[in-house]
Protein backbone atom coordinates (compact mmCIF):
# COMPACT_ATOMS: atom_id res chain seq x y z
CA UNK A 1 0.00 0.00 0.00
CA UNK A 2 1.24 3.07 -0.92
CA UNK A 3 1.16 5.75 2.17
CA UNK A 4 0.76 9.38 1.42
CA UNK A 5 3.15 12.44 2.06
CA UNK A 6 1.94 15.62 4.12
CA UNK A 7 2.73 18.16 0.81
CA UNK A 8 -0.11 15.39 -0.85
CA UNK A 9 -2.65 16.15 1.31
CA UNK A 10 -1.82 20.09 0.87
CA UNK A 11 -2.16 19.26 -2.84
CA UNK A 12 -5.48 17.77 -1.81
CA UNK A 13 -6.74 20.45 0.11
CA UNK A 14 -5.67 23.03 -2.83
CA UNK A 15 -7.36 21.39 -5.12
CA UNK A 16 -10.70 21.23 -3.36
CA UNK A 17 -10.21 24.53 -2.59
CA UNK A 18 -10.25 25.67 -5.72
CA UNK A 19 -12.47 23.31 -7.53
CA UNK A 20 -15.51 23.60 -5.32
CA UNK A 21 -14.26 27.31 -4.46
CA UNK A 22 -15.67 27.39 -1.12
CA UNK A 23 -12.89 28.48 0.98
CA UNK A 24 -10.60 31.22 0.24
CA UNK A 25 -12.95 33.10 -2.02
CA UNK A 26 -10.66 36.60 -1.32
CA UNK A 27 -8.23 38.22 -3.57
CA UNK A 28 -5.80 38.94 -0.97
CA UNK A 29 -2.19 37.30 -1.94
CA UNK A 30 -0.48 34.00 0.19
CA UNK A 31 2.02 35.19 2.56
CA UNK A 32 5.59 35.06 1.17
CA UNK A 33 7.36 33.25 3.99
CA UNK A 34 5.78 30.87 6.42
CA UNK A 35 8.43 30.64 8.43
CA UNK A 36 9.20 27.11 7.28
CA UNK A 37 12.45 26.48 7.52
CA UNK A 38 12.15 23.50 4.71
CA UNK A 39 10.05 24.82 2.25
CA UNK A 40 11.99 27.24 0.18
CA UNK A 41 12.65 24.57 -3.36
CA UNK A 42 9.73 22.53 -2.11
CA UNK A 43 6.77 22.23 -5.57
CA UNK A 44 4.60 22.08 -2.93
CA UNK A 45 5.39 25.46 -1.40
CA UNK A 46 2.32 27.72 -2.74
CA UNK A 47 -0.36 24.68 -1.34
CA UNK A 48 1.69 24.81 2.33
CA UNK A 49 1.45 28.94 2.42
CA UNK A 50 -2.46 28.56 1.18
CA UNK A 51 -3.48 25.85 4.23
CA UNK A 52 -1.46 27.57 6.37
CA UNK A 53 -2.73 31.03 5.82
CA UNK A 54 -6.44 29.46 6.17
CA UNK A 55 -5.12 28.19 9.31
CA UNK A 56 -5.18 24.36 8.50
CA UNK A 57 -1.60 23.45 9.13
CA UNK A 58 0.76 25.03 11.46
CA UNK A 59 3.78 22.83 10.75
CA UNK A 60 6.49 21.67 13.55
CA UNK A 61 7.68 23.16 16.91
CA UNK A 62 11.21 23.59 15.63
CA UNK A 63 10.40 25.64 12.39
CA UNK A 64 9.99 22.53 9.51
CA UNK A 65 6.73 22.28 7.42
CA UNK A 66 8.29 18.32 6.48
CA UNK A 67 6.53 18.45 3.52
CA UNK A 68 7.50 14.89 2.26
CA UNK A 69 6.99 12.82 5.47
CA UNK A 70 4.13 10.06 5.48
CA UNK A 71 1.42 11.55 6.98
CA UNK A 72 -0.75 9.46 9.57
CA UNK A 73 -4.75 9.08 9.47
CA UNK A 74 -5.38 12.07 12.32
CA UNK A 75 -2.77 14.14 10.63
CA UNK A 76 -4.74 13.60 7.28
CA UNK A 77 -8.16 14.18 8.84
CA UNK A 78 -7.06 16.89 10.78
CA UNK A 79 -5.97 18.16 7.59
CA UNK A 80 -9.18 17.76 5.09
CA UNK A 81 -11.63 18.09 8.06
CA UNK A 82 -9.96 21.40 8.89
CA UNK A 83 -10.28 22.53 5.02
CA UNK A 84 -14.18 21.20 4.40
CA UNK A 85 -15.87 22.01 7.64
CA UNK A 86 -13.87 25.12 8.78
CA UNK A 87 -16.17 27.26 10.77
CA UNK A 88 -17.83 23.98 12.10
CA UNK A 89 -14.90 22.76 13.91
CA UNK A 90 -13.67 26.37 16.02
CA UNK A 91 -16.94 25.38 17.69
CA UNK A 92 -17.38 21.39 17.88
CA UNK A 93 -16.54 19.37 21.15
CA UNK A 94 -14.93 16.69 21.07
CA UNK A 95 -16.00 13.10 22.60
CA UNK A 96 -13.90 9.69 22.27
CA UNK A 97 -15.49 8.77 19.33
CA UNK A 98 -13.10 5.63 19.12
CA UNK A 99 -12.07 3.38 21.70
CA UNK A 100 -8.85 4.31 20.58
CA UNK A 101 -9.42 8.28 20.42
CA UNK A 102 -9.67 10.26 23.65
CA UNK A 103 -11.82 13.94 23.90
CA UNK A 104 -8.62 15.07 25.41
CA UNK A 105 -6.61 14.29 21.90
CA UNK A 106 -5.01 17.32 20.12
CA UNK A 107 -6.67 15.65 16.73
CA UNK A 108 -10.50 14.22 18.39
CA UNK A 109 -12.45 16.99 17.27
CA UNK A 110 -11.10 16.90 14.12
CA UNK A 111 -11.62 12.57 14.04
CA UNK A 112 -14.98 13.16 15.59
CA UNK A 113 -16.42 15.54 13.56
CA UNK A 114 -15.18 13.56 10.63
CA UNK A 115 -17.04 10.37 11.77
CA UNK A 116 -20.02 12.58 12.91
CA UNK A 117 -20.43 13.32 9.28
CA UNK A 118 -19.37 9.71 7.67
CA UNK A 119 -16.52 10.99 6.40
CA UNK A 120 -14.58 8.01 8.10
CA UNK A 121 -16.02 4.82 10.04
CA UNK A 122 -13.20 3.36 11.32
CA UNK A 123 -11.84 0.18 10.70
CA UNK A 124 -14.20 -3.61 11.43
CA UNK A 125 -12.46 -3.93 14.58
CA UNK A 126 -14.11 -0.25 15.92
CA UNK A 127 -11.08 1.37 16.41
CA UNK A 128 -9.50 4.54 13.74
CA UNK A 129 -5.91 4.11 14.57
CA UNK A 130 -4.85 7.60 14.33
CA UNK A 131 -1.07 6.67 14.32
CA UNK A 132 -1.27 4.09 11.38
CA UNK A 133 0.25 6.13 8.24
CA UNK A 134 -2.62 6.54 5.42
CA UNK A 135 -3.12 5.00 2.66
CA UNK A 136 -4.03 6.36 -1.04
CA UNK A 137 -7.20 4.54 -0.79
CA UNK A 138 -7.87 5.80 2.67
CA UNK A 139 -6.78 9.61 1.75
CA UNK A 140 -9.03 9.11 -2.08
CA UNK A 141 -12.13 7.93 0.74
CA UNK A 142 -12.17 10.78 2.92
CA UNK A 143 -11.19 13.19 0.11
CA UNK A 144 -14.43 12.73 -1.72
CA UNK A 145 -16.36 12.10 1.53
CA UNK A 146 -15.27 15.43 2.73
CA UNK A 147 -15.92 17.22 -0.80
CA UNK A 148 -19.31 15.55 -1.92
CA UNK A 149 -20.52 13.33 0.71
CA UNK A 150 -23.97 11.71 -0.29
CA UNK A 151 -23.46 12.27 -3.54
CA UNK A 152 -21.01 9.22 -4.10
CA UNK A 153 -23.43 6.60 -5.30
CA UNK A 154 -22.08 2.97 -5.07
CA UNK A 155 -22.39 1.02 -8.42
CA UNK A 156 -18.83 -0.08 -8.26
CA UNK A 157 -17.84 -3.81 -7.68
CA UNK A 158 -14.55 -4.52 -6.47
CA UNK A 159 -12.87 -3.37 -3.53
CA UNK A 160 -14.01 -1.14 -0.94
CA UNK A 161 -12.40 1.62 -2.34
CA UNK A 162 -13.69 1.59 -6.10
CA UNK A 163 -16.61 3.57 -5.90
CA UNK A 164 -14.70 6.33 -4.31
CA UNK A 165 -12.02 6.02 -7.33
CA UNK A 166 -15.04 5.50 -9.99
CA UNK A 167 -16.33 9.08 -8.54
CA UNK A 168 -13.07 10.83 -8.94
CA UNK A 169 -12.26 9.38 -12.17
CA UNK A 170 -15.10 11.60 -12.87
CA UNK A 171 -14.07 14.46 -12.27
Not at 11 to 34: K, Q, R, Y
Not at 138 to 148: N, P, Q, R, V, W
Request: glycine share 8%; hydrophobic share 40%; charged share 20%.
Amino acid sequence: QWAVSIAGALITVLFISVSVNTWHTSAEPMPSDAGFSDIDTSPYKDAILFVQSEGIVEGYSDGTFRPDTEINRAEFTKIMVGGAYQEEIETYQATSCFPDVNATDWFAKYVCLAKDHGVIGGYPDGTFQPGQTINVAESLKITMLAMFGNEIDDVSSGDWYQKYLDFANRY
